[in-house]
Nanobody, 116 residues
Framework: QVQLVESGGGLVQPGGSLRLSCAAS????????SSWYRQAPGKERELVAA????????RYADSVKDRFTISRSLAKDTVYLQMNSLKPEDTAMYYC?????????WGQGTQVTVSE
């Protein structure tokens, strides 16, 4: 059974850091493009960062460039999102996504709240 499980969310003050993890079971990230999305209340889900299948190019949303870093461990089948210099506008539910030519999977999400 294909499953993605996120962890690492929480409450952090502005300027702080968090690292999100997304562990895969039932498949290997090496065959998928892996991404982090987020959705704030009342807003659409948006792409935050992605590692593309094949050439492993990395993409970031303009709003998180130079603050967030996506990485993955194929040995652990885990994708990470290191988030630094967090801002209140980063508050959202963060979702892990894995997509191949024939399938797509989502995690259940992990809440990130940036507040004093």
């Amino acid at each position: 059974q294909v499953q993605l499980v996120e962890s690492g969310g929480g409450l952090v003050q502005p300027g702080g850091s968090l690292r999100l993890s997304c562990a895969a079971s039932g498949f290997s990230f090496s065959d998928y493009s892996s991404s982090w999305y987020r959705q704030a209340p009342g807003k659409e889900r948006e792409l935050v960062a992605a590692i593309l299948k094949g050439d492993f190019r990395i993409r970031y949303a303009d709003s998180v460039k130079d603050r967030f870093t996506i990485s993955r461990s194929l040995a652990k089948d885990t994708v990470y999102l290191q988030m630094n210099s967090l801002k209140p506008e980063d508050t959202a539910m963060y979702y892990c996504n894995a997509v191949s030519a024939v399938s797509e999977s989502w995690g259940q999400g992990t809440q990130v709240t940036v507040s004093e």
